[in-house]
């Protein structure tokens, strides 16, 4: 058994109501129903798409952290690029100072991708402006200038 309900509409709703019903196979219940039933399925899509809007804004809040990873480790290549290919020379024989060498050059590396990083800047920088730094570093940590 169906409950039944009460209820009271304006003469506008009403009149459009009795013009739907007095259709063959339509009745004023069913009408009702289905309008009722549209309605509940519209506020439960909105709710639906409200949480789905969430799940983006997740989505996208972690694509970001992705892209900030990637763009790190493509500064720490190009910067490594950049080291290996304006530091170094070939080595014959390494030594114990050439082993030294290039451990303060990787240290330095390593630092200066995190200045970089830090600052925000790109790979924008100079090599020779990078090539005076390092070998004022290098002067001052092994006594030595290359």
Do not use: W
């Not at 798409?49 to 190009?78: C, G, N, P, W, Y």
């Not at 070939?90 to 082993?99: I, M, R």
């Amino acid at each position: 058994m169906k409950p039944r309900h009460h209820l009271y509409l304006d003469d506008e709703l009403t009149n459009e109501l009795e013009a739907l019903a007095s259709k063959p196979g339509a009745s004023k219940s069913s009408i009702v129903a289905n309008a009722l039933r549209s309605y509940f399925r519209h506020r439960a899509g909105n709710a639906e798409a409200k949480a789905l809007s969430q799940r983006l804004d997740r989505i996208a809040q972690k694509q970001d952290s992705h892209a900030r990873d990637i763009e790190v480790v493509l500064e720490a290549i190009a910067q490594f690029a950049n080291f290996y290919f304006a530091f170094t020379g070939s080595v014959p024989n390494p030594d114990e100072a050439s082993v030294k060498r290039g451990k303060n050059r990787f240290e330095y590396y390593t630092k200066h991708v995190g200045k970089v990083l830090a600052v925000g800047t790109s790979f924008g920088l100079q090599v020779e402006d990078i090539v005076e730094t390092h070998q004022s570093d290098t002067a001052t940590s092994d006594g030595k200038d290359r």
